[in-house]
């Protein structure tokens, strides 16, 4: 037997209006943001080919300007089921390349550079879309504070950091030696970009 939904919350002592409202948007906004925020820690997740844990993710995520509890980020994690790879340990043979390069920190803050072309900056940054992550990398010329050169992907690769990195070379053509500065991301320590500064005479 149907009945009307008035007396259904009368019988229940609820507002009719509390019910339309659900009715028209069921999930709250904590389960909205709940979903939005999962969507990042998933990516963040499979970023760092699925062995970081709640700690790790949660860094990240505080990086890139998210703000949420490291309890949430635990709980989320948990109700999608990415965890951690515990006990993983580098079997010999099974990766190819050579190892990251660490690079000293030439610059040691000195940024207030008195010619142009002489020191670059250079970085990644992350942009949320409706299609999802866009990476952006930019090249600074320090003198001047420009942005030189800068590229875009989906996926954080060096090529990114390169095609970044060549636009500048096309643009300003150096005669000199120029001096890159970065972080020592897995981009910015990789065989072909460390290849690509040899090749055009730049120095790190």
Known sequence: ??????????????????????????????????????????????????????????????????????????RLMRLKGLRSQTGYRHRPGRYGGKPPVASPNRLERRFNVTEPNKVWGTDITYIRTYEGWLYLAVVLDLFSRQVIGWSMKPQMTSGLAIDALQMAVWRRKPRQEVMIHSDQGSQYSSSDWQSFLRANNFNR
């Open 1 to 74: 037997m149907d009945y009307p939904v008035r007396r259904l919350c009368q019988t229940l002592k609820v507002h009719a209006s509390g019910y339309y409202a659900w009715l028209a948007e069921p999930k709250s906004a904590r389960a909205k943001e709940d979903q939005r925020l999962l969507g990042v820690i998933k990516h963040c997740w499979l970023e760092s080919g699925g062995v970081y844990g709640y700690r790790k993710i949660h860094d990240d995520l505080r990086e890139i300007g998210e703000q949420c509890g490291r309890h949430r980020v635990t």
